[in-house]
């Protein structure tokens, strides 16, 4: 078992939330995968390498400032999956922060 | 067997399809006919699919594409090729899910580059296959609407996270299919269902549309019944790709020419067996693996490496792909695509904290959740640092045993396909079942898994691996040992 | 003890690169201002999954002018993190920046501004410049609290942003308005942004009182307001440590209609972006040639310029400041010098009736009717004494507002001042016949012919050339003397 106020702060990082199910059923793994996470404190030589962040060698390619000719006049890319009033998408209220 | 199905046609490469299809254009419904009957009577049993296309919309698209290509039909490498494609794909106006309900009624306005690649060659999709939830699995099984069964032995999982793409080939429900590896998610499926199955160097094939499970890892790559298919298909998708600036600037190769040259030449390698790799699997998977490796080193020399390394490669993997999942998977919060639950009145976080609870599944969530984590403050010294540090030790590792041997050999994965439900109780059990696969991602080589025996009925596959942008190595071996095993173009009865 | 502690300001200045074309890491087109919502979108720019990042070049040869224009140490490493915090306007609920950090670092840090307030020269540290995405706009529907939903335009979404991050070095709302008018034309001078397109520039300003928690206000819209928000926060921060009270850490947001801050958030803690290298875009090197490639097309910048205007044309470095950060009235008062020497009358001018009634009339400096040539004029016909100075003010706006040649105005109006001998007499005759009184005090009181000069100003209305009037009506009152004698 965890402590299950690590799970709360779990949910508050993701912005999502466990059913009672799931708390039960990661609350009874986290402490493995943390544990299996830990077998990196031991490996030799760890503290002088560089973490690697990109496993090619490649230089970032830049783009020339060319726009394309075309906008989105009739809202194809946001209409099939997005809900518009009048070409504005519609989401929830950000009010009262 | 299916009535009123030809395997023998089923099971046709398709480069011999091909010299059909060009010959008689006609001849790609009367293949598309037969596919479609072994849909019809697998896909119950297997549930390879997502989204399948009805037979009819297929064959106007054949109509279409036969107007369409008058006079280039034989510039076109997959001319009237069916092919099956992983639902983490972008594909315009056809439902892409990720097997998640997050996205079950997803429609993408666009098309990946791979995708738009097929389409110019006049491959036919027929459908999108089941997978773990946004690739996040090695069972199939987190997928959100229903588990696949393994061809082989319905009561097992044909592997993950791409099962429903290597179902689909190895039931015949589809020539080619394409998949996406992550952390050995092409290879795990397609040693579990019997076929080939090849994750390129990172940077050998576009992302562009592939929806992101770790981004510096993730890779497409192809799925096929023999090693020639495989080649076709990798060489269409191979090559830069302007749209992403994680892909190396170089063209494809007709990997099919490489291929044959080096079969024709047949130049000796250094092949070394990782020791542990091999001992760390199953009695029956490394027995068998190891007659195999035997076939490799009458001709090849043989040596032995080892692998200092074993349960750290698994956490290291596992650490980086939660971080960067964290991180993708944030903006599925239902407003410009996605589930949608009512929001009048509601505050924006309640709203978003609804749509991700509701929309990804126990394993997605977890991941999410636990990447945020190891990225917080905090934590991000303790293990994503780590993580990425070790991925370095781990890279020259390798670095330095590609300087003693060309390839690297190992079975694809240490086990035989589990039963369903088998792995549910210990997440770690089945984390640790990727040790075999999940260096290739971490280190960005190219590894294939090559079928190569059956053990009571079920497949068993070796990997081999090699230095970057050298996969035309690791096809030269398959097809030698396609050769020497007769392990192509088997098409599973399924009972 | 508490009566003078340290005013701290350090600011935190996003500048959209208006002249850039395309999106930060798409192509979409930049130019969406004036067009309707979620047209100038695309895959990327709507974060829909699968789609990569891919960045334009001219965004970073920008950036990497403004660091030298603002003197910064540029990274020899561009690196791009994901900045995480889920938000209704950002599409992937993280925003494509910089930070500098384990693995990664901005593109430019440690610059210095000048400003010049006060007779003085101060200057104002750059702790670092990013370079990053724009998110979208939120709207509302109606007001922002009885809005049941919100509505999005990601039309800005991906739009390039420099974000440029002083040290708090400011101690006044008036140093703070002189470095943002300085960044301001320093900008302009680059030509890598329009500062005048709307919302082209967004402040935060943080704020606080040396010993006293830092406040934030976010997301000033001009220069006008983050004068009025600092000026509004120091009395609201000094009432309340006066008060023996304690300044809370926190985020406020300005209201510019009510002219007040108000609180957003507090801060009891570090928010955690969860920073991160951007997988989808490895680093690229920064390499001596690429700099210096774009250091040598620099253009002249602000600081050499008032250095130049100080030395050439023998004006002070005041009147040289506010002519170099009005960049077209500086441009304006070289025209102008090129043909008329008196740099220093003519700078005058310029900087203050001029400038007075340019913004009187809201005129746009690119569809200005009125020429340097114009004002030469005025003011040669000034230097003449065609024209008095209350002409010359009275006139200004006209010329200004319709670019009127006052050369042909003053003859086809008569609108000059009357030095014709022959038609003065006839106006002094006139008055003299008319106040023969006037005359007689004039004559017995030397003082008393101002009145008669009054009376021909008043009949000429005012143009009446008074040196000459006095003149003729001296001459005048002489002939009455002898011949009375
Ligand atoms: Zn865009």
């Not at chain 2, 097992?156 to 590896?181: C, F, N, Q, T, Y």
């Not at chain 3, 006293?212 to 000026?231: P, Y």
């Not at chain 3, 077209?328 to 070289?334: D, I, P, Q, Y």
């Not at chain 3, 007689?440 to 101002?450: E, H, T, V």
Request: charged share 25%.
């Amino acid at each position: 078992m965890y402590e299950s106020s690590v799970i709360d702060y779990l949910e508050k990082l993701a912005l999502l939330k466990f059913t009672d199910e799931e708390k039960k059923r990661i609350e009874s793994e986290i402490g493995k995968i943390v544990e299996l996470f830990s077998e990196l404190v031991n490996v030799e030589g760890l503290d002088i390498v560089e973490p690697l962040y990109h496993v090619v060698e490649i230089e970032l390619p830049l783009r020339d400032d060319e726009p394309l000719n075309e906008i989105d006049t009739n809202h194809e890319l946001l209409s099939g999956n997005a809900v518009l009033e009048n070409g504005y998408v519609k989401a929830p209220k950000t009010v009262g922060e | 067997m299916v009535n009123n199905v030809s395997y023998k046609y089923i099971s046709m490469p398709i480069y011999k399809l091909l010299q059909e299809f060009k010959t008689d254009p006609m001849k790609v419904f009367d293949y598309l006919e037969h596919v479609y009957r072994v849909i019809e009577s697998v896909e119950t049993k297997i549930k390879a699919f997502i989204t399948l296309m009805p037979q009819d919309a297929v064959f106007r698209r054949v109509e279409t594409l036969i107007k369409e290509s008058k006079g280039k039909i034989d510039s076109m490498k997959l001319f009237g090729i069916p092919i099956a494609v992983k639902d983490v794909i972008s594909t315009k106006g056809i439902r892409t899910t990720c097997a998640s309900r997050m996205l079950e009624n997803y429609i993408p306005p666009y098309n990946a580059t791979v995708i738009e690649r097929l389409i110019n060659e006049g491959s036919i999709i027929i459908g999108k296959t089941n997978m773990d939830e946004f690739a996040m699995g090695s069972t199939t099984e987190t997928s959100a609407f229903y588990p696949t069964r393994n061809p082989w032995d319905l009561s097992r999982v044909p592997g993950g996270s791409s099962g429903g793409s290597a179902a689909a080939v190895s039931s015949g429900e589809a020539p080619i299919a394409l998949g996406s590896d992550t952390g050995g998610s092409i290879r795990n499926p397609a040693a579990f269902c019997g076929i080939y199955g090849l994750k390129p160097t990172y940077g050998l094939v576009s992302r562009y549309g592939l929806i992101a499970y770790a981004s510096s890892m993730d890779q497409i790559g192809p799925m096929a019944r023999n090693t020639i298919d495989l080649a076709i298909l990798l060489s269409i998708i191979a090559g830069h790709d302007p749209k992403d600036s994680t892909s190396l600037p170089i063209g494809s190769k007709n990997y099919v020419a490489l291929v044959k040259e080096l079969v024709y030449k047949e130049p000796k390698l250094r092949i070394g067996i990782i020791k542990e790799l091999f001992e760390n699997s199953d009695e029956n998977v490394k027995v068998k693996a190891y007659k195999v490796v035997d076939k490799l080193c009458t001709y090849h020399e043989c040596l032995t490496v080892s692998l200092p390394y074993g349960k750290q490669i698994v956490a290291a993997y596992y650490i980086i792909a939660m971080a960067e999942a964290s991180s993708n998977l944030a903006r599925f919060d239902g407003v410009r695509y996605g589930l949608k639950v009512p929001f009048e009145n509601k505050s924006w976080e309640e709203v978003y904290l609804e749509v991700r609870t509701k929309g990804f599944g126990y394993e997605v969530k977890k991941r999410v959740a636990l990447g945020a984590y190891i990225l917080s403050v905090g934590y991000r010294d303790m293990y994503y640092i780590r993580a990425l540090k070790f991925r370095r030790i781990l890279k020259e590792t390798f670095d330095k045993i590609f300087r003693s041997v060309d390839v690297v050999v190992s079975p694809t994965m240490p086990i035989l396909p589990p039963k369903l439900g088998e792995f549910f109780e210990d997440p770690i059990k089945i984390y640790l079942a990727d040790i075999n696969t999940v260096i290739a991602n971490l280190i960005g080589i190219p590894a294939i898994s090559i079928p190569v025996d059956f053990y009571n009925g079920l497949p068993i596959a070796i990997q081999i691996m090699s230095k970057q942008l050298t996969e035309e190595i690791l096809l030269y071996l398959s097809m030698q040992l396609e050769e020497k095993t007769g392990f192509r173009n088997i098409i599973a009865e399924v009972h | 003890m508490y009566s003078n502690p340290k005013l701290l300001i350090g600011l935190e200045v996003h500048v959209q690169l208006t002249k850039l074309k395309s999106k930060l890491f798409c192509p979409t087109p930049a130019d969406y201002k004036k067009s309707p919502p979620n047209t100038h979108v695309c895959p990327v720019c709507l974060g829909l999954p699968g789609t990569l990042p891919v960045v334009n070049r001219k965004a970073i040869e920008y950036a990497i002018a403004v660091a030298k224009a603002l003197n910064c140490e540029i990274s020899d490493k561009l690196i791009f993190v994901r900045k995480h915090y889920f938000y209704p306007d950002l599409p992937k609920n993280y925003q494509i920046s910089q930070y500098i950090g384990p693995g990664f670092t901005a593109i430019a840090k440690n610059g210095y501004v000048k400003i010049f307030v006060n007779g003085k020269t101060k200057i104002i540290r750059i702790r670092r410049i990013n370079i990053e995405e724009d998110p979208g706009r939120i709207l509302y529907i109606g007001s922002i609290e009885a809005s049941p939903y919100s509505l999005i335009d990601y039309n800005r979404s991906g739009i390039t942003l420099l974000e440029i991050v002083t040290e708090p070095d400011m101690t006044s709302p008036k140093e703070a308005r002189a470095f943002l008018e300085k960044l301001i034309a320093i900008l302009e001078y680059l030509e890598v942004t329009d500062p005048r397109e709307e919302g082209a520039f967004r402040v935060d300003v943080n704020i606080s009182f040396e010993g006293f928690g830092r406040v934030e206000v976010k997301n000033i819209g001009s220069i006008k307001d983050v004068e009025k928000a600092l000026t509004y926060e120091i009395i609201r921060q000094k009432k309340i440590v006066e008060q023996g009270g304690k300044v809370e850490r926190e985020t406020r947001h300005w209201d510019p209609n009510k002219g007040i801050t108000i609180t957003l958030r507090s801060k009891e803690y570090e928010e955690d972006y969860r920073y991160f290298p951007d997988p989808d875009l490895p680093p690229m090197r920064i390499d001596k040639n690429f700099i210096e490639k774009i250091s040598s097309t620099l253009p002249e910048l602000p600081d050499d310029r008032i250095n130049r205007f100080v030395r050439q044309y023998s004006i002070d470095e005041y009147r040289a400041t506010i002519l170099v950060l009005n960049k077209w009235l500086a441009n304006f008062f070289e025209e102008a010098a090129k043909i008329y020497s008196n740099y220093k009358k003519l700078a005058d001018l310029l900087i203050t009736d001029f400038l007075r009634w340019i913004n009187e009339y809201e005129l746009m400096p690119e569809n200005l009717k009125v020429t340097p040539l114009h004002i030469v004029k005025l003011l040669k016909l000034w230097d003449e004494g065609v024209l008095s100075v209350k002409m010359v003010k009275e006139l200004l706006p006209r010329v200004i507002k319709e670019g009127v040649d006052i050369e042909t105005y003053v003859v086809s109006s008569g609108y000059m001042r009357i030095s014709d001998r022959e038609y003065l007499c006839k106006v002094i005759e006139e008055v003299i016949r008319e106040n023969p009184k006037a005359v007689r005090d004039a004559l017995s009181n030397p003082k008393a012919i101002n009145y008669l000069v009054g009376l021909v100003m008043k009949k000429t209305e005012s143009r009446a050339d008074p040196q000459i009037t006095r003149e003729i009506i001296q001459d005048y009152l002489n002939r009455l003397r002898m011949e009375g004698s």
